[in-house]
């Protein structure tokens, strides 16, 4: 059973930076595909990064240049570096992983692991 705990969300003003880390145990982490998603009260989740574990990235287009997210395999963690914030990225963000075929998926619905959730309040 993989769990996943996420931590480093906050409060900060538009324009800053939070990273988002995601400790993950129970599964072989360097062969799960993981990513972050986000959701607001009202809407669908949506996602945000996804990394392979071939290390190939892909961004959700409102993120592109401004977030980063990477994997460190011996440590077991999935970041998220977010820059220049604005109040539109305000949202629980979570992390998810899953196994693949392939090593890479973007699709929500592959995603069989997910955390709790971590608050990014972003105000103008």
């Known amino acids: 059973q993989v769990q996943l705990s996420e931590s480093g969300g906050g409060s900060v003003q538009a324009g800053g930076s939070l990273r988002l880390s995601c400790s993950v145990s129970?599964?072989?982490?360097?062969?799960?595909?993981v990513a972050w998603f986000r959701q607001t009260p009202g809407k669908e989740r949506e996602g945000v990064a996804f990394?392979?574990?071939?290390?190939?990235?892909s961004y959700a287009d409102s993120v592109k240049g401004r977030f980063i997210i990477s994997r460190d395999n011996t440590q077991n963690t999935l970041y998220l570096q977010m820059n220049s914030l604005k109040p539109e990225d305000t949202a629980m963000y979570f992390c998810?992983?899953?196994?693949?075929?392939?090593?890479?998926?973007?699709?929500?619905?592959?995603?069989?692991?997910w955390g709790q959730g971590t608050q990014v309040t972003v105000s103008s």
């Open positions: 998810a992983a899953t196994y693949i075929f392939g090593g890479f998926t973007t699709d929500l619905r592959m995603y069989r692991n």
């Open positions: 129970g599964g072989t982490y360097r062969s799960l595909c």
């Open positions: 990394i392979g574990t071939e290390s190939r990235t």
